[in-house]
């Protein structure tokens, strides 16, 4: 928003900025009205925040230019629900989603059938003659749709695929029963569909992604190369289970320790994207933190091998962690303490593990979110 307002100069021009309660925000301008919401659970204070955005949009006129700002949350913090959800028919989706196996694809699927504003809908309530979107995506692949739930973008998705994703999970039965009441209404065709692609009002829109996991990825490389780490990215859009990542990261430390030293020397795998996890406990942690764990017992005894994963927004989960390390002498250190990995997944308690270890990577909030990051890093 700061850089925007120092780009536009001198025109005339007034905004507004939806943060999470925590986020600092260290820009003053009277122009500039700045506004809280509740993430990753929609509260009261988001939903104010959506009317805000909702009425400012709808009485912009037609010689006006809308500028968008998008990164990734803002399915939380704009919960603009339709009649008859009601702000606690969403929260309590929103906790089903995020307990459960959802790819972020998914969620957004059911959040866009569920919004006044998401979904390209809030193109249809505005009336400025242009509306230019920057954003930063923390989707994996980029799709445009699925960032903030694509406030600007078309949606293809219906109705109907919002209510196969929940069957298909065995959540529809135990989701809101005004949400389930809503989503029958779409089936039926008894409410407006979602703008799909073709329609005319899009033709002034414009979507540019100005920052991705690609660039986390890339920035991850460059500082492990200049520490003499010859390091290779192998995807920044991988989508998995937080069990199959962790893995993936110990079969590959595995393989590069069995075939021996090499011509490169010490070398590094960088994966971007997002796991996600089946919360069945009642523990603190999150996708980042549980993708080590799993990792743990398979680079046992490893010397010079390191795996991390981390949320570049700083948070992971429901801690105040962004993520967590672990290498060969992880699970031998925890045992002697008395810390068995296995039962900590059950619980999906995994914040607790590294804390005890002292192993969580604790940033803060960074004010930014391009997704997550991991690493396996062989030394040698």
Same mark, same amino acid.
């Given at each position: ?9 001198s ?7 939806v !943060? ?6 260290p820009?003053? $301008? ?53 009649? %008859? ?12 989603l ?14 866009r ?6 979904? %390209? ?31 600007? =973008?078309?949606?293809?998705?219906? +109705?109907? $695929? ?19 009441? +809503? ?45 003499? =780490? ?22 590959? !430390? ?6 021996g030293?090499?011509? =490169? ?13 089946? =919360? ?25 091998t ?25 699970t ?7 810390l068995?990995?296995?039962? +900590? ?5 995994? +914040? ?29």
């Amino acid at each position: 928003m700061k850089a925007a307002f120092e780009i536009l100069g001198s025109h005339e021009t007034r905004g507004i900025i939806v !943060a999470p309660h925590d986020e600092r925000i260290p820009i003053r $301008d009277r122009r500039i009205q700045v506004l809280r919401a509740g993430h990753p659970i929609p509260d009261s204070d988001g939903l104010r925040a959506a009317r805000t955005v909702l009425k400012t949009v709808r009485g912009m006129k037609a010689d006006e230019l809308l500028l968008c700002l998008i990164s990734g949350g803002a399915s939380a913090m704009l919960p603009s629900t339709p009649p %008859g959800v009601g702000l606690e028919g969403e929260k309590r989706l929103t906790q089903c989603l995020l307990s459960s196996n959802f790819t972020i694809h998914e969620i957004n699927t059911v959040r866009r059938h569920l919004s006044t504003l998401k979904g %390209g809908r809030l193109v249809e309530q505005c009336r400025a003659s242009s509306i230019l979107s920057l954003i930063v995506s923390d989707v994996p692949g980029n799709c445009l749709r699925d960032i903030a739930s694509g406030l600007t =973008v078309e949606d293809p998705t219906t +109705y109907r $695929d919002a209510v196969e994703v929940l069957k298909r999970h065995d959540v529809w039965d135990k989701i809101p029963r005004q949400v389930k009441d +809503y989503l029958t209404l779409g089936l039926r065709g008894q409410v407006p569909e979602t703008p799909k692609p073709g329609t005319s009002s899009f033709r002034r829109v414009r979507n540019f992604i100005i920052a991705d996991s690609r660039i986390a990825c890339t920035a991850a490389q460059r500082a492990l190369r200049s520490n003499g =780490v010859e390091a290779t990215i192998i995807s920044s859009s991988a989508e998995m289970e937080a069990r199959e990542m962790g893995r993936v990261l110990a079969s590959l !430390a595995t393989g590069y320790k069995e075939h021996g030293k090499s011509a =490169v020397g010490s070398r590094a795998i960088i994966v971007g994207g997002e796991t996600t996890v089946k =919360v069945e406990g009642k523990g603190k942690g999150g996708r980042n933190q549980e993708t080590v764990l799993w990792a743990t017992e398979g680079i046992t005894g490893l010397n010079g091998t390191v795996v991390a994963a981390l949320g570049t927004d700083g948070v992971d989960g429901n801690s105040n962690a962004a993520g967590a390390l672990a290498d060969g002498r992880t699970t031998i250190r925890a045992r002697r303490k008395q810390l068995e990995p296995k039962n +900590y997944l059950a619980r999906n308690d995994s +914040y607790q593990f590294f804390k005890s270890l002292n192993d969580g990577l604790v940033t803060g909030r960074t004010g930014t979110n391009v997704g997550d990051v991991y690493l396996m890093i062989s030394l040698e």
